[in-house]
């Protein structure tokens, strides 16, 4: 990991989130370049339907499924066959999302705001959402719970999933990301991956047989940046959770931490991805020095070594040597991380400091891994410094706020003369005349 020296760096309080934001590269992503890729793509599923889907997946996933749902029969074998501490893990990780879930899912509320006036904010789940699950290097089984399990405490009556058919399993997903949606009860779940799944949930698609897949009203998972640009594309035609980008972990850390601990957790995200962003940010050169260390000791034996190296040695990863800790948070506010750790002497009152940060994970024996699959948080998280205005995703993302709004003949004369007042005030009379013609009688 090459060194950036921010230390000379002394920026004003209005200038330090611009500043840091430029001073810590990221990997280059370029959405719009592959829009171009994805836009035919998505036509294409537009106008033929299933067998679009269909042959893009043989195309870009080398194999044809023989259809684009997966059946009954292959999720349920796929539960069954699931090594019993796979299956206690995964039970794990549901519960402890579910109990977070369940703690934030906002209620109804009824506002009284004058006699006879009422004000209803009614939470209203999504009808129907498409969950995209990736399969490339990775089978992110995890990420079939951190999508599905907001979703059905939000109350969510339809359901659907998408992961890329695989040529090892036959064209159907990774039988480990079957036996997830089994364990969850979804069923509805189809062999589709990258932009025409998405296009799929989007638009619906068909075939001579009839209606194959429903139009969804939200897509929410992670995914290439193709998948991303298909979200991009998209977007409008159906809601979408984020644009999620390459993996991100940043570490603010003194000289009281572990040197082993912050390798570790430096080399566990730059495992996900060769353009992975991996970001150490201290004051102390000592320890920027102990990690390098351990970093080359342990990518050593890390199965994934070449992906990872690639990794850390790329623009996007970097030890950033900072003046002092006030510093370390102006820095990690500008930068944004998707997941950012705390490793300090007083690692709550620095946390308490963050403002931009998809999720923080506080002190030496909360790394990102945890949070990963278990911590009970969700890891599907804004990436490419969108922390500063996006969030993670969550039980709200698969809800709806509406306005119920109920008057009574005497709430409404008592505030009409204002109404009236209003619509005049903005030129559009006939806006009052609808509220005279009932108090004038």
Known sequence: MRRLDLRELDPSADEAPAVYSAAVPRAAVD???ALAAVRPI???????GTQAVLDAGEKFDGVRPEQLRVPAAALSDALADLAP????????????LRQTCAAELEQSLVTDVAPGATVERRIVPMQRVGLYVPGGLAPLVSTVIMNAVPAQVAGVP???????????????PHPTILAA???????????????????????????????????????????????????????????????????????IADDTADPAFIAADLISQAEHDPMAASVLITD???????????????????KHADRITTALDGPQSATVLVRDLDQA?????????????????DAGQVAARIVNAGAIFVGSHTPVSLGDYAAGSNHVLPTAGCACHSSGLSVRAFCKNMHVVTYSEAALREVGDHVVTLAEAENLPSHGAAVSIRTSR
Do not use: W
């Open 329 to 345: 948070v102006d820095v990690a506010n500008g930068y944004a991380a998707e997941h950012l750790e705390i490793q300090t002497a």
């Open 42 to 48: 998505c036509d294409d599923v537009r106008r033929r």
């Open 158 to 172: 339809g359901i659907a999933l998408a992961s890329p058919p695989q040529s090892e399993f036959g064209g159907l």
């Open 284 to 302: 102390s050169e000592v320890l920027a020095t102990a990690v390098e260390v351990e970093v080359d000791l342990q990518v050593e034996d890390a």
């Open 85 to 96: 501490e796979i299956r206690a893990a995964l039970e794990e990780s549901i519960r402890r």
């Open 181 to 251: 949606c089994a364990l969850l009860g979804i069923d509805e779940v189809y062999a589709a991956g990258g932009a025409q799944a998405l296009a799929m949930f989007a638009y619906g698609a068909s075939s001579d047989d009839g209606v194959d897949c429903r139009p969804v009203n939200l897509i929410t998972g992670p995914g290439n940046i193709y998948v991303a640009a298909a979200k991009r594309h998209l977007q409008g035609t159906v809601s979408i959770d984020s644009e999620a980008g390459p993996t991100e972990i940043a570490i």
């Open 31 to 33: 959405v719009e370049h």
